[in-house]
């Protein structure tokens, strides 16, 4: 390695603040997008790299000027394609890259020659994230990687010094910490920030979940010994404190989109810039302290923004940035745009039982003469003291609270619900009848009648030959006539005679929508029985020539009647019926009620004419198809969304399943899926929130319980990690989960001590410490199982 010019000098003490660099927002075009951006230590030049650019340019007072290309050769390797650049802060000519194919790479700008590739480290596997050079020692590099390792190079070696594994997924950021020289964060894919002390790569030094998700960067504070921003895909950037025994979250801004990149702002303590990953294409900038809305907007790029960076350590009115729309800009703070200039200073808020808090600007309040005052109004006047170091313009607001009775806004019903509810493990009509007497007897009728709506309509048929006595028998017998009008309607011409019924079907002629007709099964009840015959027809009233119709057709010339085949089904031959017993007939004829014509025409008995109208099938189906309802259903799921009660959705749709599920969206079954979960967990009802993500009919909910679930094992004896290949580790050889009371391997149920890490078999500890509340290892410490 060539020899570098140490550079002592910065810019002078005089020139330190707002005159130190003069300029103007100004930008200019690259020759393709930037994955990412950095400054030297004067805040001369910028360097941008991407995996088709990698070159520097000059900043002057007007305009950018290119200095220097470096991607040179005719066919530049993927040594040149950059997924981060950083330049040091301490030797002007070095600069390291973290390429694409997993090299990282250092480059001298004082050669001469036209190539200014010094050291190559191919160690990695996969993609390296990120570069970071220490802040005070020259030649210390550290890197991080796609493969889940951290490595630490000595440039005046040829291969690195330490490796870091963090047991974990990929690295996304690392950062030295400016103020503890041995102190690097890494922040993971699996929502983890890990602290490493670089002189013990065996283990980290403090671990903990950050974000729900990726962590995408992380900054420490510049003037803040201990503080630490971190930004992931969750859209939120959190600001710990890592001077405490646990990592203490103290600020935490909630952003619109995913956060790529987090940098502390140079000279004030509590701002910081952000850009996003996607979606989002302007820079905030954020005062911590009010984290709901930016301090300022740099709005010019027309894609998404790649790297940040402030152009002097000690200067805050300049900005760099690169993004993928191919430009490199300088903006300068005071042409920011300041949103909470356009925002109204009103708040809006729900409390969990049905309150409701507004706040306005009191000139606002009072101004509004025809204001009615509401019944639980309470108006709360307040003036925020103001702090010499905000910079926020200040108004006095009044907070108006809108209670709600105690009875109204009770969520009691919510959580009693959502543990008597059963969403699985019976047959659905079950499922259905359970659900409807919950509700019923938290008295919401409503909801008790639309499940029992439900069961109905997606119950399937417990037995289709018994369409009458099942699923009518609660129905209105509809007597549009009787056994004298049957009679009288059957001239004598028209009696049937039993020789011309053989071989032919009777055809009976209905008008379209009379519902039903008995199914033959049931006659046998009916025939030779003293009891009278029933009939059912639809609400319309017929005719009796409409109800049927006896056709005089010589049965030698028709020996077969044959429906169409797109017809009503075939029914079966009318069989001959057994004359009816003398008494019935004596009866009917000796009847004072019984004129002359009905006298002649009782050899159509009721029992016959039983047989000739319910011998027919019925003309169709009783039993709609399920999907016949499924828009019902749907708009019913919609409306109970809208109406707040995502319960009673997410529900419904997880009983019905696969009826219901592809006729309403992923993205709104996703909706409903988050909204309850997050209130099941509100009411800490964790078993039941876990019920509806292992159920759920949506990808992206069930993943939820597969999230940060990775279990870390140690060794026992060696007490390092454990590779989680098998029960014998590594580095010892020995196995690391042997059962205290039996010496064997545990390879099943493992249960040990926190206080003493000792354990084994399950039954073989609880069977252990019915006797002895001694650690069955000998160790002394007095075990409890809980």
């Known amino acids: ?53 990698f070159k520097i340019y000059g900043l002057e007072e007007e305009q950018f000027v290119e200095k220097l290309n470096l991607r040179v050769g005719r066919k530049p390797s993927l040594n040149f394609s950059c997924a981060d650049v950083m330049w040091h802060q301490m030797e002007e000519n070095l600069l390291a890259t973290a390429a694409t194919n997993g090299a990282v790479v250092t480059w001298n700008l004082g050669k001469p020659s036209r190539n200014k590739q010094d050291q190559l480290f191919t160690e990695h596997k996969r993609t390296v994230n990120k570069v970071c050079f220490h802040p005070s020692e020259v030649y210390m590099l550290l890197s991080g990687s796609q493969d889940g390792y951290m490595k630490c190079f000595d440039l005046r070696k040829k291969e690195s010094v330490s490796t870091f594994s963090g047991q974990s997924e990929s690295v996304r950021d690392v950062q030295f910490s400016i103020k503890e020289y041995f102190t690097f964060a890494a922040s993971f894919e699996n929502g983890n920030v890990q602290l490493w002390d670089i002189r013990r790569p065996d283990r980290y030094e403090r671990m903990f ?112 940035s690169g993004s993928k729309d191919s430009t490199l800009y300088q903006h300068m703070f005071k042409d920011a745009s300041r949103p909470v200039d356009k925002a109204n200073p009103e708040g809006l808020c729900f409390g969990l039982l049905g309150d409701l808090a507004f706040a306005a600007k009191e000139s606002l309040i009072n101004s509004d003469v025809n204001r009615k ?161 029933e009939y059912m027809f639809g609400d319309a009233e017929l005719d009796d020539d409409d109800l049927y119709s006896v056709e005089h057709d010589n049965p030698a010339e028709e020996h077969e009647y044959t429906l169409p085949q797109e017809a009503f089904p075939l029914r079966h031959e009318i069989l001959d019926n057994p004359s009816a017993p003398e008494h019935l007939q004596q009866d009917k004829a000796d009847s004072p009620h019984v004129s002359g014509n009905e006298a002649e025409a009782t050899c159509l008995t009721p029992i016959e004419s039983c047989s000739l109208i319910s011998t027919s099938q019925p003309l169709y189906t009783p039993h709609l198809p399920a999907s016949f309802f499924c828009p019902v259903v749907r708009e019913m799921l919609c409306y109970y969304a809208e109406q707040g009660d995502v319960q009673m959705a997410v529900s419904v749709l997880i009983v019905l399943g696969e009826r219901i599920r592809k006729e309403i969206d992923d993205l709104t079954q996703e909706h409903w899926y988050t909204s309850y979960i997050d209130l099941l967990q509100r009411f800490q009802l964790w078993n039941v929130s876990n019920e509806v993500i292992k159920l759920s009919t949506c990808s992206a909910i069930t993943g939820l319980n597969q999230t940060s679930t990775t279990l870390h094992i140690n060794c026992s004896n060696c007490k390092r990690p454990m590779s989680n290949k098998g029960w014998i580790c590594d580095r010892c050889h020995q196995c690391a989960s042997v059962c205290a009371v039996c010496h064997h391997v545990v390879k099943g149920l493992f249960v040990w001590c926190q206080g003493c890490s000792h354990g084994g078999h399950l039954e073989h500890m609880m069977n252990w410490l019915k006797s002895s509340p001694h650690c069955p290892a000998g160790c002394g410490h007095l075990c409890e199982y809980t």
């Open 1 to 53: 390695m060539e020899k570098m010019a140490r550079v002592t000098t910065a810019l002078g003490s005089g020139n330190s603040g707002s005159g130190a660099i003069s300029g103007r927002t100004m930008f200019c075009h690259l020759d393709a997008p930037a994955n990412a951006i950095s400054v030297c230590r004067d805040a001369s030049q910028v360097v941008v790299a991407g995996r088709n650019i």
């Open 209 to 320: 979940t950050a974000h729900n998700g990726p962590v995408f960067c992380c900054d420490w504070h510049p003037d803040d010994r201990g503080w630490l921003a971190t930004g992931g895909r969750d859209k939120m950037v959190k600001v710990w404190d890592m001077n405490t025994n646990r990592a203490k979250e103290i600020h935490c801004v909630q952003t619109i989109a995913s956060v790529a990149r987090v940098k502390w702002r140079p000279e004030k303590r509590w701002h910081l810039a952000t850009c996003s990953m996607m979606v989002d294409h302007n820079i905030y900038v954020w005062d911590v302290r009010r984290p709901f809305i930016p301090f300022a907007t740099f709005e010019e790029h027309k894609d998404v923004t790649t790297g940040i960076v402030w152009r002097h350590q000690h200067d805050p009115y300049f900005l760099l």
């Open 373 to 533: 005052p509401y019944p639980g109004d309470r108006r709360i006047f307040f003036f925020k003291k103001p702090e010499q170091t905000e910079q926020f313009a200040h108004v006095s607001s009044v907070l108006s609270v809108f209670e709600t009775s105690l009875e109204s806004g009770r969520m009691d019903w919510f959580a009693k619900t959502a543990r008597l509810y059963l969403l699985s493990g019976k047959p659905f009509a079950e499922l259905c009848d359970h659900n409807a007497k919950v509700a019923k007897e938290l008295n919401r009728p409503q909801v008790s009648t639309t499940w029992t709506m439900v069961r109905i309509m997606f119950s399937d048929p417990a037995n289709p030959n018994h369409n009458l006595s099942n699923k009518l028998g609660t129905l209105p017998l509809i007597n549009s006539f009787s056994m004298k009008e049957m009679g009288a309607g059957l001239c004598p011409d028209s009696r049937l005679d039993r020789s011309k019924s053989e071989g032919r079907t009777d055809a009976i002629h209905l008008e379209p929508g009379n519902s039903h007709i008995s199914n033959n099964d049931e006659n046998e009840e009916t025939e030779g029985s003293d009891g009278q015959a």
